[in-house]
């Protein structure tokens, strides 16, 4: 019991280690960003921002391609590059426009430490660039192919020249965008949208991912209110308090009735992990009193206007809007829970042990706060 115990602990401890020298952000979330602008000469220009650790099989191949001071013209970096343009698949009307790579900028300023980093992503800006045929018309459709390990979401912005229309979706890779007319007062995209189920589907997909793996944020807060309290009835008290409040603000900042500055929601969701682990320290507690649910109902409206400000710089379509933004919001119900089932299945044997407070909510909630904090203040001076 004793070693499983301060294997934990050692676990803990670790996890703050190998994240305290990384330069995270609040709401961390790999995605792959994807903007693709028509010129009003025919150009098609298609920005990526990418971690290409996966693509190129590991943080320390990533890192060692980083160094290349020329990338366009890298030999080692050529076969990457090259099945990336491949993977990008962009028809008009069912042809193919072949793209090729024009830019690209990598993460050369970021310490190999960052790309061995489990939780931290060096972003890699890529252009390609194309052309549609003379006096083109039709519709725009986007797949990208998954033999390329795109990180997911893919967060797709089409823009139509002189700001003539624009439209964001987030797509998984192999699902085909919906389509994108090139004039705009053609079809609509709301009129050739993907079935209601298959939107509801993905934005359930990506609440989760929200929180498991990318929102590690969130999962501290709910590890922390997981080791506030012995008693499960107490943990669902709060858990529940904190689902209503988040959905509250996450629902009220979506359809635009409550505007916050990122800038001040980032650092106070960061306090709000620390106060929690802070009170861990403070107050040995059997059940949840009512001083701590109202902090934890005010601090799920916080972290509702952060829920709330991915979404809204992602999108939600326009024919399904409040279907995706309750699935959303269900993902991420879901992802708390198997939050607290991982706990809970990691602690249980320890619960009732005498020593339980000691070996695991001490450290862990230590953790915690030391890593909330220096969020916070990456946060204030950001």
């Known amino acids: 019991m004793r070693a499983m115990a301060h294997a934990v602990g050692v676990l803990l401890w670790l996890l703050l280690f190998s994240m305290g020298s990384t330069p995270l952000q609040a709401h961390l979330l790999n995605m792959t960003r994807v903007q693709l602008n028509l010129g009003a000469d025919g150009t098609v220009v298609v920005d990526l921002s990418l971690d290409l650790t996966r693509a190129a099989d590991g943080g320390a191949a990533y890192y060692q391609f980083s160094?290349?001071?020329?990338?366009?013209?890298?030999a080692a970096l050529a076969p990457l590059l090259g099945r990336l343009a491949m993977a990008i698949d962009v028809r008009l009307d069912g042809a193919a426009i072949p793209l090729q790579v024009s830019e690209v900028r990598l993460p050369s300023a970021l310490p190999e430490a960052e790309f061995l980093s489990p939780v931290a992503w060096p972003m890699t800006e890529v252009q390609l660039r194309g052309s549609l045929p003379a006096?083109?018309?039709?519709?725009?459709?986007?797949?990208?192919?998954?033999?390329?390990?795109?990180?997911?979401?893919?967060?797709?912005?089409?823009?139509?020249?002189?700001?003539?229309g624009r439209m964001t979706r987030w797509l998984v890779a192999g699902q085909l965008s919906p389509l994108f007319p090139l004039q705009a007062s053609a079809v609509t995209v709301a009129t050739v949208s993907e079935p209601a189920w298959q939107t509801l589907t993905r934005y359930l997909r990506f609440g989760f991912?929200?929180?498991?793996?990318?929102?590690?944020?969130?999962?501290?807060?709910?590890?922390?209110?997981?080791?506030?309290?012995?008693?499960?009835?107490?943990?669902?008290?709060?858990?529940?308090?904190?689902?209503?409040?988040?959905?509250?603000?996450?629902?009220?900042?979506?359809?635009g009735a409550l505007r916050v500055p990122a800038s001040v929601v980032e650092p106070l969701i960061a306090l709000s992990i620390a106060w929690i682990g802070i009170e861990n320290l403070r107050v040995d507690r059997d059940r949840a009193s009512r001083s701590r649910v109202l902090m934890v109902f005010a601090f799920g409206l916080l972290h509702?206007?952060?829920?709330?400000?991915a979404l809204?710089?992602?999108?939600?379509?326009?024919?399904?809007?409040?279907?995706?933004?309750?699935?959303?919001?269900?993902?991420?119900?879901?992802?708390?829970?198997?939050?607290?089932?991982?706990?809970?299945?990691?602690?249980?044997?320890?619960?009732?042990?005498?020593?339980?407070?000691?070996?695991?909510?001490?450290?862990?909630?230590?953790?915690?706060?030391?890593?909330?904090?220096?969020?916070?203040?990456?946060?204030?001076?950001?």
């Open 135 to 164: 006096n083109a018309g039709g519709v725009l459709q986007l797949r990208f192919d998954p033999a390329f390990a795109f990180e997911e979401p893919i967060a797709l912005t089409l823009q139509r020249p002189d700001n003539g």
């Open 209 to 255: 991912l929200h929180i498991v793996p990318h929102g590690l944020d969130h999962m501290l807060f709910v590890v922390g209110l997981y080791l506030g309290t012995r008693r499960l009835r107490s943990l669902l008290v709060l858990v529940t308090t904190f689902t209503v409040a988040h959905s509250l603000t996450l629902i009220l900042a979506s359809f």
């Open 304 to 309: 509702g206007l952060g829920f709330a400000a």
């Open 67 to 74: 160094r290349s001071a020329t990338p366009l013209t890298d």
């Open 312 to 382: 809204k710089e992602l999108g939600l379509p326009p024919s399904n809007f409040v279907g995706a933004l309750l699935s959303f919001n269900v993902g991420v119900e879901l992802g708390q829970l198997a939050v607290i089932a991982i706990a809970l299945l990691l602690s249980l044997p320890l619960r009732r042990h005498p020593s339980y407070r000691r070996w695991l909510v001490v450290p862990g909630s230590v953790a915690i706060t030391v890593l909330a904090l220096l969020w916070a203040g990456q946060r204030l001076i950001a």
